[in-house]
């Protein structure tokens, strides 16, 4: 069995199929007028494979991201965002990271505590508790499932250390935001990463 394989100018494969000989093959290969056309022993994935300078069927590499495209004239993927979309992008990835450590837990006395919008929700209705009736007392259930005995001062603190860690992701975030708006092409946005 032969394969017969066909090819635009750049040397994206347009076409592959399967005959008996290789006088088939050619017989078929005449029709195609205007074509590069290519008879070889193995099979390959039209949709994976381009023809090289040298004329060899090469099989198109892992695609780096859901944004790159292959270029069949460089013979390789690139990524055709500008560097205001990488900007753009990188800025989401940040602000999504900052957002997911946020609403994770926080350190207070030397715990984490759950700061998910719900856990949040518990902590002022607590701290409302506190400021009605004092003298006020709790076992607080950390992160991890720990308790940490609070008395009213002490809970009444609570959101002001979650605000104060909130207040310095955003920092951070602002501080990455100031890297980027300085980025002077890809490289130098791929290097901003989010790591506080």
């Known amino acids: 069995m032969k394969y017969l394989y066909t090819f635009d100018a750049k040397g994206r494969c347009l076409s592959g199929r399967g005959v008996e000989t290789e006088a088939l093959a050619l017989a078929l290969a005449e029709r195609l007028s205007g074509m ?5 022993d193995e099979q390959h ?6 023809l090289d300078a040298a004329l060899a069927i090469q099989p198109i590499p892992p695609r780096p991201s859901p944004f790159h495209t292959f270029d069949y004239t460089a013979k390789q993927w690139i990524d055709p965002r500008t560097l ?3 900007k753009a992008a990188k800025w989401q990835d ?15 006395l030397g715990k984490q505590i759950d ?4 856990s949040v929700q518990r902590i002022t209705t607590a701290v409302q508790a506190a400021d ?3 003298p006020f007392a709790i076992d607080w259930t950390c992160a991890d499932n720990t308790t940490l005995a609070l008395d009213g001062p002490a809970m009444q603190a609570m959101p002001v250390a979650l605000a104060m860690y909130a207040n310095a992701l955003h920092q951070h975030a602002r501080a990455l935001r100031a890297q980027l708006d300085a980025a002077l092409n890809a490289d130098d946005v791929a290097a901003v990463v989010w790591a506080p």
Do not use: G, H, M, N
């Open 36 to 40: 590069q056309w290519l008879i070889v």
């Open 45 to 50: 994935d039209i949709r994976q494979s381009y």
């Open 84 to 86: 205001a979309d990488l």
């Open 94 to 108: 940040i602000k999504q990271a900052r957002d997911v450590q946020e609403a994770t837990s926080f350190p207070y």
């Open 115 to 118: 700061s998910d919008p719900r």
């Open 132 to 134: 009605a009736a004092p």
